[in-house]
């Protein structure tokens, strides 16, 4: 055997049975090794690190106790790798999220969103502005309308023929869409779709 202590497989079996019967200084040394290895992935493991550290240190010595440790490589080597898998482990675990199966329903919205709210209410203010500067007329047009009666029953309140109704029902509305416009400061051209 080569005397060179650092490569004498007789210092590793020394430092394990040191270490397994609790000896300081070989818990120390094992530890720096521990710590050497988790030591790149403490960023990624943040909070965790210390804690891996200390379960290292015990798996390995239930490991070495148990006899897994073959002397194929030097013992810090094999610490080293030991430490290792055990990090890309932790961080596999915490990379894994425990997924939550949601049904559609869960995406579906009970009510109209604030957004719809305020739209529909600005609506409803905008048609109530529009409908009090329409004239007299077209105002009792649109309450019959509202409040359901067809041409013929409009014609029979009013003593007027269904087709003039008709006629003075799309008048009112073309006010309507013109005072609408002009209230939002849109220009009333002639190209406007009704």
Do not use: N
């Not at 030097?74 to 610490?79: D, H, K, M, P, S």
């Not at 790798?81 to 329903?105: H, N, P, Q, T």
């Amino acid at each position: 055997m080569d005397d060179d202590t650092d490569d004498d497989p007789d210092d590793d079996r020394r430092l394990i049975a040191q270490l397994l019967a609790g000896d300081d200084g070989a818990i120390v040394e094992v530890r720096g090794w521990v710590v050497g290895a988790v030591g790149r992935y403490r960023g990624r493991l943040a909070g965790d690190a210390e804690d891996l550290e200390q379960e290292v240190l015990l798996d390995l010595v239930e490991s070495l106790a148990d006899g897994r440790f073959r002397g194929q490589s030097r013992l810090a080597t094999y610490v080293h790798s030991y430490a290792r898998f055990k990090c890309i482990d932790r961080l596999r675990a915490l990379g894994r999220r425990d997924m939550v199966e949601l049904d559609d329903e869960a995406f579906t919205a009970e009510g109209p969103s604030p957004l719809e709210e305020l739209t529909q209410r600005e609506g409803v203010e905008l048609a109530q502005r529009v409908v009090a500067t329409l004239p007299g007329d077209c105002r009792r047009l649109w309450e019959m309308i509202a409040d359901g009666l067809s041409y013929r029953e409009m014609s029979a309140a009013t003593g007027l023929a269904e087709g003039t109704l008709r006629v003075r029902v799309h008048r009112c509305r073309q006010q309507a869409l013109a005072i609408r416009a002009q209230l939002l400061g849109q220009s009333t051209g002639q190209d406007r779709a009704p």
